[in-house]
Structures are given as C-alpha cells and as structure tokens.
DNA sequence: CGATGCGGGGACG
DNA sequence: CGTCCCCGCATCG
C-alpha cells in the first residue's frame, strides 16, 4: 500500500482509506499517510532532529536529520548509559550546544552527524495534499536515537521553572544523591519507589524500555478530549511501542556484535539546566555488567516521552486501556520495513565503533530505562541478537514487574498528580510536583547535562511498561 | 532562546 | 537540472 506513491509524484492518491498512526521514530525507507487534522504530522514532528532543508519545491517540506550529541570520549554514565542529547535545531544554538561539556566526565560534546542516506542525512518529506498529510522517509539513521522533542522540551521547561532557585551546590548535592539513589535502586521497580525525587519536579522525566514488544493498550479516554494532545500523546506512545519491534533488525547496525547484556542510552541533557535525571533498571539484573551501549533506536527507551510514559501510567490509572489497540496497523507496517531494513548495509560500520562500547554481560530480563525528563533514557537491551520474538519472552518476563509497578503507581501516584493537562501531555506537570524540591536545582553553571531519575516519570513508566505487558500477555 | 519555514544562492555532478 | 548545504529573515511559543 505504502509503496503506491512517491512524495514526488504529481498526484498523490486521493482520499486514502485510512490514515496512519503519527509516528514518532520514523526510521528506514517509509511512507505514512496522515490525517490532516493529526497535529504531530501538521508541525511536521519527529523524535528525530530534523532541521528544515530547502529544496526549492513549496510544496513538499524537506528536512534532513542532524544526528545526536553525545560525549567525546562516549564516556558510559555510572549505569552504562550514555548521552544521547537531541542536536539543537537552530544552528547558533547547535555550536553552543557543543560547546558544553559532559555532564559525567567533562568532556566535549560531540555530534555524531547522521549519514544514513547514502552517505547524507536522513531526509524526511512531507506533503499536504488535501485531507492527507504524506510522509515519505528516506535511509537508515546510523546513530542513537537523541532524547525526543518533548523530552527536550520537558527539560527545558522544568529548567526555566526550577532555575530560579537553583544553586550549583544544591545541584551538586542532588547529582550525587542521585547517583547513590540510583545505585541503590538498581535494577528494580520497587526501588524507584524509593528514589526521591530528585529533581525537583520539573526536570525528569522518565522514559520507559521501548524495547519489549508492547501489546497494544488501551488509550486514556481523556485523550480523545484533548484531540490534539491526546493524539499526541497517542502518537509518540504507539511509535514508541511499536519502535521496538519494528527496529530490531537495526540493533545489528547499531551494535554488530551480539551481546547480552542490556544497553542504556541515556541521554542526559543537562545542558544550562542540569536535572539530575535518575534512571533505574528495571531489570532484576543490574546492568552490573558493561552494558554496551547501542544506539539501536529499538533498544532505546528514550523514544517514550516522559509524557507518553505519564501518559500510560494514567492511562492504567484510569482504566483506560482500550486506547492501546489502535497501534497496530503502524506497527504491522513498520515490521515489515523493519524486516527489510534489517539487512540494512549501512551503518554498520562507523557506528559500532563510535558507539560501541564493550560489550556488557547480558543483563537478563527486564529492562527499563527511566529518564530524566531532561533527558536521560536508558535502554536496556537484550543481547544485539535479540529478535522480537526474544523480545516478546522479556516482556512476560517482565510481566512479572507489574506488580511493582503497580505498587509504584499506588506508592508515587498519588504524589503526582496531574494536574490540568495530563502529565503524560505535557511534561511539565510531570516536573511540578517534586516531592523533594532540594533536587530540582539545576545546575547551570556549567552547562552540563545531567542526569537523573525522577520519581515521577519512574512511575508513570513503569506502569506504562507494565501496563504494556499486561496487555501483551 | 530556539524551533520552524521560507527562499536566495553557491557548489557539484 | 537536481541535490545538498549555508545563510539570513521572519514568525511563534
């Protein structure tokens, strides 16, 4: 079906029958079709850092991808995850981004440039053409995934709120606590209950693993009140979901060689703001071993948004779940490009190396990667090898966190609330409860990134994740 | 401050 | 020409 038009042709088809779901991570040789009213494809969204390119044609908006920020010397944050900031679209405000140093080692920042199409950027069309708004992606992104638009967008706004008050020392302070938090907390969902938050309500978000198959949830019903938002939300959640699977293939690129252990990518963004984002495995394994982090978008929980997280967590408070369902038909067509795509001879190469780091011991079962709204992902990841069959297995066993998470939900839930928007639609609300405001100082002196995990976002991904699983199983 | 769009221009093939 | 990229301008949140 997808393969019927070109971007380029004259005339496009004419009133499709069914509008995709928006995509958040669109990744390889795709096309969707969008609905006109779908505000993610209105604004020409993606997880992706896209920047506008002109070529000359008014009628279809081009756009390249600019790769993702992480740390010169690809340093692995204490828990093997890595930073994975999301390249600033603004040129200016791109060379001050690099100029800012690493959060964990002090480094320079680096721009891993995206190559994946033929050597240039990735490219991603978009064309309105009546009630349809036409997506066509061309090439494989050869890099981790960076932290998603509203991730980033958390992050800054928790920044502007907390920065007031924010002193280096206390946000010094709060790295550390962090840090110990985080290693306390190690692997497991209860433990998240325990982390305090950090920082401050505003700056973390958490993200959840992408990487297990997610069964299609139900949505929040409120979504549908909220079109805009709620389809947002939706959206990110789906592509989210479906990222997993349909990328697997793509861990290869990423990571050629097959290792077990569980990847994270954390993105921290940190940079004038610096939430201390913590982020916990979920997985009763600890990533102890040397996670390897892979940029395997698959792998990457970053994609989540705090928000969506937020948003399943909600979603399962309230009940709703039937949102979930609607996924599919994206998901079946990205698994098929994923299939193909799989065998992608790009990247492969340069990526690994950049990227890779030693490989770390398989972690075993579950992975959630808490962020930071600010940024920090993780990403726990199967061995490289895994398949998405492998990844259905994680899932049930992760299935068996559910009830943490759902000990979660009661345990931290009530402290956050949501408030007028949903949490899970705007990050911001996910920031403004901070059980522990010492955390939320953000320092900014330095430009850094932090990164931290939030108490809140924790939650709301677990249950989302675990909300996931149930309905998977 | 930046994200986005737009559009002129230059460099290449 | 077509593809890419750089740059400035303008709008908007």
Redesign the pocket.
Known sequence: MKLTWDINDSKLPQEPKHFDDFQEWPDDYVQFIYSSEEKNAQ???SGWA?R?????N?QI?K??CLGVVVCARNCTLPEGIKLQLRP??????RQ?QQKKICPNCNSTLELIPCRG??G??V?NFWRLDGKAIFFQAKGVHDHPRPES?SETEARRSAVKKQMPSSHLSQKKQLLELEMGRYHESDGHFNNIHHLPCLEGSEKFSVVSDTSFPIPAQPYPSFLSTDPYKATYDSASFQANMESPFQKCPNPRIYVPRPTCGYEFAVPGYVSSSSYPALYKDLTNTPMEADPIIRNDPQYSVSSLNAHDKSLDGFSKHHGLKQFMGKTDYGDKSDYVQIQASSNHPYYSGDYPCRYASPSTPAASALQTVITTTTKVSYQAYKPSVVKYSDNVCDTKTLLNCSHLAENHSGTFYPGLKVQGDWCGVKPTLLYEHDPTSTKSECFEAVDTYQYGPNLGNNYVEHEGQIFRFENGE
Do not use: E, F, G, Q
């Open positions: 604004r020409h969204l896209m506008n390119t002109n070529n000359h008014c908006l756009k390249s600033a679209i603004c040129d200016k405000a001050k199409h033929s240039y950027p490219t638009k």
